[in-house]
C-alpha cells in the first residue's frame, strides 16, 4: 500500500562517482519535492517540480540535479558525491488543495 | 530563514497530555497549518491540519488563536511510541507554486514511563 517509494532503501557510493535516488509516486500528485536530512537536523528542501516547472532552491548546490520524466517518477542525481552529501534523503509529494506532503522512507546515503 | 518556531525538545509522561506551541508571525492569508510527526530513519507523516480555530482527529488536536501567528498541536494521553521529533510547518492553500514548505527546527518530544 505504499503510496511514495523510495529506492533503494540504503545507497554507498564512493567519493566522487555520481549516484541517482529514485522515487515513485501512486497518487498521482503533481508536486514533487527532494529534501535531504543529516543526522539531528530538520529536512532542508533541495528542488521541487510542480507539474514539469523545476523550482530549484536558491542554496542547492549545482552538484544536485533531478529528473522528473513523468507524474510518477522524480530522480535526485548526485553528480560528485562528496563526505558532506552523506544524509537521508527524502522524496514527497503533495496534491491539490492545501499543501500536505507524502514522503517515502528516504534513502541513507552514505559517502566512502 | 524558517517561517516556524518550536521549542527544541520537551519532556513528558505517559498518559499525560502534551501541547508543543509553533510561532508564525508572518503567516499569510492563503496559508495552512501542518504539523508532522517523523521517527527515527523515517519520512516524516502527516498528523493534523488547520485553518482557523480548532481541529480534532483521532490521534491529536490543533488550535489556532484568530491571529493565526501561532497554533497548538495537542497530543492526549500520550504514550512511549509517541516519542518523535514533531514539525510544524505553515504551507498555502495549494493555488500557487511557492514551493514553501521548509522545516524549522522542530520539537523532540521525549515521553518517559
Known amino acids: 500500500d505504499a503510496m511514495v517509494i523510495q529506492n533503494p532503501r540504503y545507497q554507498v557510493t564512493q567519493f566522487g562517482k555520481p549516484v541517482t535516488l529514485s522515487c515513485s509516486q501512486t497518487?498521482?500528485?503533481?508536486?514533487m519535492y527532494w529534501y535531504q536530512q543529516k543526522s539531528s537536523q530538520a529536512p532542508k528542501l533541495l528542488f521541487h517540480?510542480?507539474?514539469?516547472?523545476?523550482?530549484n532552491e536558491a542554496d542547492t548546490p549545482d552538484n544536485f540535479q533531478s529528473r522528473r520524466p513523468n507524474t510518477s517518477f522524480c530522480f535526485l542525481d548526485i553528480r560528485s558525491p562528496g563526505l558532506g552529501d552523506a544524509a537521508m534523503y527524502l522524496c514527497?509529494?503533495?496534491?491539490?488543495?492545501?499543501?500536505?506532503?507524502?514522503f517515502g522512507s528516504g534513502t541513507q546515503l552514505s559517502v566512502l | 530563514l524558517a517561517k516556524t518556531t518550536q521549542p527544541i525538545s520537551m519532556d513528558s509522561y505517559e498518559g499525560q497530555e502534551v501541547n508543543i506551541t509553533c510561532s508564525h508571525n508572518n503567516i499569510a492569508t492563503n496559508d495552512y497549518i501542518t504539523w508532522y510527526q517523523q521517527f527515527p530513519s523515517q519520512g516524516p507523516r502527516f498528523i493534523i491540519q488547520g485553518y482557523k480555530t480548532k481541529v480534532t482527529n483521532e490521534v491529536a488536536s490543533l488550535f489556532i488563536p484568530a491571529d493565526r501567528k501561532s497554533s497548538t498541536l495537542s497530543l492526549p494521553r500520550v504514550s512511549l511510541s509517541d516519542t518523535a521529533v514533531y514539525y510544524c510547518?505553515?504551507?498555502?492553500?495549494?493555488?500557487?507554486?511557492?514551493?514553501?514548505?521548509?522545516f524549522g527546527q522542530g520539537t523532540t518530544l521525549q515521553v518517559k514511563p
Open positions: 514527497a509529494t503533495s496534491g491539490t488543495g492545501p499543501e500536505k506532503l507524502f
Open positions: 517540480y510542480y507539474d514539469k516547472d523545476f523550482n
Open positions: 510547518l505553515v504551507g498555502d492553500d495549494g493555488s500557487s507554486n511557492t514551493g514553501k514548505l521548509i
Open positions: 497518487l498521482n500528485h503533481n508536486v
